[in-house]
């Protein structure tokens, strides 16, 4: 699809892979609605982009993706503040990670409902009116390499998340297409970003009877390394995979290794297949039957 003239709802959008993806849009002639949760990083944004004399290409909605109230609304103000969107970015998440024994139910909920059910939520509010506006589009949902590579339990609730998030990507993609919505899954390795900062980015209802405090503490004291790939780098894949609605976008390669023996092993796992009708099992009986 043609970028030019179209409006981008990004959620994460003031920050890291957002922001990266943000910045290329926008050089690409798209307007831009940036959700996000924190308001100081919203203002920075629009801060960055009034200094380029592109604010007004620019509308920013504080918001939290696991509220769905609060998506329907966002949904509303963007179309009537700037139209559309014919881009949506599920990207805004989080790093719930920490010793798998001390994980509490509050924080598989917290992990699953950021960085699963946001995409989730953006898709379920934002899908009906780009359909019924009936231009067609593009929905980019920002996953990771780490809901493909086998991870350690430190990681479950991301991995487990991530994972989803490729699926959901996979499996919507045949009703997008019937209303001309193309789909695309980021898996991103390591890129620059504020994501050890995800303690302060924790909604308030997820905070009591954490096990993962410590971890928290102990990620917003990581440095961002030099080695990490720049987020407008990011952007740029995302503007190509947009036009030429490429389902993956994978910005590393280096846990091919690791993902080839993970699939070599599932397949290893399979008998050999026998002859069988699957055509009555798997379709529903007709009433007669
Ligand atoms: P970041 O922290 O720099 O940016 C994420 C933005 O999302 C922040 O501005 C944050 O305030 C916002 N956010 C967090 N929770 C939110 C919520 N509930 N509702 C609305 N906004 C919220 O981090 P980064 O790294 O750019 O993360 C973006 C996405 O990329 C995430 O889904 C992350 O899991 C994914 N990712 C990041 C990688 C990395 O190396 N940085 C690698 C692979 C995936
Ligand atoms: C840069 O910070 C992070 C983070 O705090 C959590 C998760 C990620 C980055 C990523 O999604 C990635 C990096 O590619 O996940 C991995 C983490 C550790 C080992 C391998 C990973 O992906 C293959």
Redesign the pocket.
């Known amino acids: 699809m043609e970028i030019a003239g179209t409006t981008a709802f990004i959620?994460?959008?003031?920050?890291?892979?957002?922001?990266g993806i943000a910045q290329r849009l926008l050089a690409n002639g798209a307007r831009l609605v940036l959700?996000?949760?924190?308001q100081d990083?919203l203002d920075e944004a629009k801060q960055f982009f009034e200094e380029r004399q592109q604010g007004r290409n620019v509308h920013t909605i504080r918001?939290?993706?696991?509220d769905r109230e609060q998506m329907r609304e966002a949904a509303k103000e963007c179309e009537a503040v700037m139209g559309g969107p014919e881009i949506l970015v599920n990207?805004?998440?989080?790093?719930p990670s920490g010793p798998f024994e001390q994980a509490t139910y509050q924080d598989w909920d917290y992990g699953l409902a950021?960085?699963l059910m946001?995409p989730i939520n953006g898709i379920m509010e934002f899908a009906p009116g780009m359909r019924r506006r009936g231009k067609g589009g593009h929905i980019v949902n920002?996953?990771?390499?780490?809901g493909l590579t086998p991870m350690p339990s430190q990681m479950a609730i991301?991995a487990v998340a991530?994972a989803g998030v490729i699926t959901l990507t996979e499996s919507m993609r045949d009703s997008m297409a019937k209303d001309n919505i193309g789909c695309t899954v980021?898996?991103?390795?390591?890129?620059?970003?504020?994501?050890h900062?995800?303690g302060q980015?924790r909604?308030d209802r997820f905070r009591q009877g954490s096990g993962l405090r410590e971890n928290e503490e102990q990620l917003a004291q990581r440095v961002v390394s030099d080695t990490?790939m720049e987020?407008t780098e990011v952007g740029d894949m995302i503007v190509d995979a947009i036009r030429h609605n490429k389902l993956y976008v994978a910005t590393h390669g280096n846990w091919k290794e690791q993902v080839e023996a993970r699939f070599k092993a599932m397949i290893d796992a399979m008998p050999e297949a026998k002859p069988f009708d699957f055509g009555a099992s798997l379709s529903v009986p007709k009433k007669e039957d």
Request: glycine share 14%; aromatic share 6%.
């Open positions: 959620t994460g959008g003031a920050s890291g892979i957002g922001f959700a996000d949760i924190r990083h918001l939290d993706v696991s990207n805004a998440g989080i790093d950021i960085n946001g920002t996953a990771s390499l780490a991301y991530k980021l898996m991103p390795g390591p890129i620059k970003s504020r994501i900062e995800s980015n909604p990490w987020p």
